[in-house]
């Protein structure tokens, strides 16, 4: 088995693109090129070709003060750091003599140097900028566009990974084209250099996967090769189901497979990988191919990887605040267009990455991102052979993945699905109330969160519709738009691609960064709002209990409706079950804490016992509570009914005015069936309803409906019975109704679809239909709450 000959040859074409420069241009070099992380390395790949061609590096004086500004950056230590360093690299390599400062003071940003500079002198010398700044990189090649023929060609270009020097990904021009072939393409035509761009297939490889016959599988402190020569590994890192990781002697950690999943068809995908340049900052991506010492395929080299994974830390609340405690909205939103970034670059390339999964991401910060596993990515007819269910569209669900190739459209839908569960950390966007397993919701794209009116009222309980009703109104159109069925942007081929994405992020950067979007409402910026967005049409206020604002309408005596359902838990002194005595009963009703619970309640009222009075001969009852009471003071159960009771007391008063006993007997009786005299003994449903809503006890809903009640309905035949069935009955229900969990929601719901219908039946006097109607609620609530 040969060694692969690609990266020698790579290094070498390197190597001659630069002292070709060095040799015969005038080379320029831009700030944010000085600060680059592998610029050490290009000052030792440069340095020997300007001693031997007794050539400068030309930097404007203007770049220098912007080091020096970035140097007493408080704010960011990091750059500041490495601005200390920058600057103190150059002045060495001033002393030296391999650097030029030129420009002078009060010049304006460099970029504006350049642009007067390279206009002026491209006539009398070929000029190279170095810089990573895509738009002025833009800005200088336009100067390519005037035909003069006495015009010298200017070229731009960025440092790569390796300290050497690459093309931007729209510039396809190189030290052996000439300008005039350039010019021949249209001004607006992007495009790459052939050896970074992969073909696109149709189909899978027929290339057998059967296993490499391999002697030795190398291990720590053993040595495995490259084309270039010996790499030591040294200590284990991470083991996986395909090999394990190795760091080595040199800046690179090396993956060998392990000897089951070594295969032919991995080795010749590798070796299609290596054949382009493919180098981005943070893509852990295959740089060599590695052999054991019988020159036998073992596996490959690849850039370190650093940072906690995002499914471990941004996807989990509270590892997300340990790990980044001081994150913000802003954050998640610049580590979206980190990522975007780093997939853009792999798609441009044709470079599926097919498996989409939060464990092969890693974080150090918004800006520093590191892409894992990058040798499972489709490239041309490889396919990506795994996937996860959150990440795979519709259209490819319980499909195997080795047997068809992905299409962007595929890919589309994972990169939104991720940008949603960053900017909603962790919430797939089909999870929801009721709803089936994640493969069907995704399947049918039942999407559960609101846009303007639309909505399947189906959103996750929790902080998520909180998030949601925060983000922008782009970032919300373009989500619903792609995850909702029939969506503008819902279909394999109508989805959003990472070009489309990254304006809508980028512009929600600017309005966070720019305080616009916090000063319609500051909780904007934070990562977990505890409230919805505010309405700037709406008045809020301060609750009293948990301090959010929420719109004044919803708060009664200064607190908001999630605080009046919340309370004090207690447990029944009967039963010992957890009773709770809610904020509304308290700070609104002043009511005193229940003794027992709704259960107890109920037990101790319903009947033990019946039978006849000794004295009137009437049938009287004794409830379980009256029992108890009874037995636990050592009293005999009661032979007369209450009423004789009561005269036998009163007797010895009926000549100063006290009641006789019969007169106390019929009385008692011709009471059972109540009257409107009940209106303040008990709270009763439509009480608590309009009570809930802040209405007094003497509102017109509440008056129309006793009205009802004692004009109407009373007289019906059955009406008296039916009334005091309600009597008997509805305090347990009340009782129910206000210690459930569901408190808000269902006094919201009876007003909606009962009681404002009942006054609306009342008002137009279909009084049959108010009955039929309150009958309805009454047996919802006792089914809702038994």
Not at 283 to 296: F, G
């Amino acid at each position: 088995m040969a060694y692969d000959a690609n990266q020698n040859g790579k290094e070498t074409y390197a190597k001659n693109v630069l002292d070709s420069y060095a040799k015969d241009w005038k080379i320029f070099m831009d700030t944010c090129s000085i600060l680059h992380f592998a610029a050490d390395k290009f000052w030792m790949n440069i340095i020997p070709l300007l001693r031997q061609y007794q050539s400068k590096v030309i930097i404007p004086l203007r770049s220098i003060e912007e080091l020096q500004k970035h140097e007493a950056n408080t704010g960011k230590p990091e750059l500041a750091e490495n601005a200390k360093k920058c600057l103190k690299i150059l002045n060495q390599l001033i002393n030296a003599g391999f650097v030029e400062i030129r420009g002078e003071q009060g010049d304006n940003f460099a970029d504006n140097v350049f642009q007067v500079v390279f206009t002026k002198f491209r006539m009398t010398h070929k000029l190279l900028l170095i810089t990573q700044d895509n738009d002025l990189a833009k800005d200088i090649i336009a100067l390519n566009s005037n035909k003069s023929v006495r015009a010298n060609p200017v070229h731009v270009k960025r440092i790569n990974q390796y300290g050497f020097l690459s093309n931007f990904t729209w510039n396809t021009e190189n030290t052996k084209s000439d300008s005039s072939k350039k010019n021949n393409r249209p001004s607006n035509e992007e495009e790459l250099d052939e050896d970074e761009v992969f073909q696109i297939c149709k189909s899978v490889t027929t290339l057998d996967d059967s296993r490499l016959a391999v002697s030795h599988i190398p291990t720590e402190n053993e040595i495995v090769y490259t084309s270039r020569g010996p790499i030591k590994l040294e200590s284990k890192v991470a083991a996986g189901g395909e090999g394990i990781i190795y760091t080595t002697n040199t800046p690179y950690v090396a993956k060998i497979y392990k000897k089951e999943n070594n295969t032919k068809r991995k080795y010749e995908k590798i070796k299609l990988m290596l054949s382009k340049e493919i180098e981005c900052e943070g893509v852990c991506y295959p740089v060599a191919a590695l052999y054991n010492s019988n020159k036998e395929f073992v596996g490959y080299m690849m850039p370190k990887a650093k940072g906690k994974e995002l499914q471990k830390s941004i996807f989990i609340k509270p590892l997300f605040l340990k790990n980044f405690p001081n994150w913000k909205k802003r954050d998640t939103v610049e580590l979206c267009i980190t990522i975007l970034e780093k997939i853009k670059y792999l798609h441009d390339r044709n470079i599926v990455m097919g498996d989409i999964n939060p464990a092969n991401i890693l974080v150090v910060s918004p800006k520093e991102v590191y892409f894992v596993d990058t040798d499972s990515y489709q490239v041309e007819n490889f396919p990506c052979p795994v996937g996860t269910n959150n990440y795979t569209a519709p259209e490819i669900q319980r499909k195997h993945f080795s047997d068809f190739l992905r299409t962007m459209g595929n890919e589309n839908f994972a990169v939104a699905t991720l940008l949603f569960m960053i900017m909603l950390p962790g919430k797939p966007p089909y999870s929801q109330q009721g709803g089936e397993d994640p493969i069907n919701n995704i399947i049918k794209m039942d999407f559960s969160y609101p846009f303007g009116e639309s909505s399947n009222k189906k959103t996750p309980d929790g902080p998520w519709r909180y998030i949601w009703s925060h983000l922008t109104y782009d970032l919300k159109k373009a989500f619903y738009n792609t995850f909702r069925k029939g969506g503008d942007y819902s279909t394999e081929n109508t989805r959003l691609t990472v070009d489309e994405w990254l304006p809508i992020f980028t512009y929600y950067l600017e309005l966070l960064d720019s305080g616009k979007f916090g000063k319609q409402d500051k909780m904007s910026e934070e990562l977990f709002p505890t409230r919805h967005k505010k309405n700037p049409k709406v008045v809020y206020t301060t609750c009293k209990l948990c301090g959010n604002e929420v719109p004044e309408n919803q708060c009664q005596n200064g607190i908001c409706r999630d605080c009046l359902n919340k309370g004090e838990v207690y447990r029944c002194k009967k039963c010992g079950k957890e009773i709770l005595y809610t904020n509304y009963q308290k700070y609104v009703k002043n009511a005193k804490r229940f003794n027992v619970c709704p259960e107890c309640f109920e037990y101790g009222n319903k009947v033990r016992i019946r039978q006849n009075c000794v004295d009137c001969g009437r049938q009287f009852e004794i409830t379980n509570n009256q029992y108890d009471f009874y037995t636990s003071k050592g009293f005999d159960i009661p032979k007369r009914c209450k009423s004789c009771r009561d005269a036998k007391k009163n007797r010895s008063y009926s000549s100063s005015g006290g009641y006789s006993s019969q007169t106390t007997r019929h009385t008692s009786a011709s009471n059972n069936t109540g009257s409107s005299g009940n209106n303040g003994s008990f709270c009763f449903i439509s009480t608590v309803v309009c009570e809930y809503f802040g209405k007094k006890d003497d509102c017109v809903e509440l008056n129309t409906l006793r009205a009802y009640r004692d004009n109407w309905l009373r007289h019906q035949p059955g009406g008296q019975q039916l009334i005091a069935e309600y009597y008997n009955n509805a305090p347990l229900i009340v009782s129910k109704l206000r210690m459930s969990a569901n408190y808000a929601t269902y006094c919201q719901y009876l007003w909606d679809n009962y009681l404002q219908p009942c006054l609306m039946f009342i008002e137009s006097k279909q009084f049959e239909s108010c009955k039929k109607l309150y009958i309805d609620m009454y047996q919802y609530l006792q089914t809702v709450l038994s």
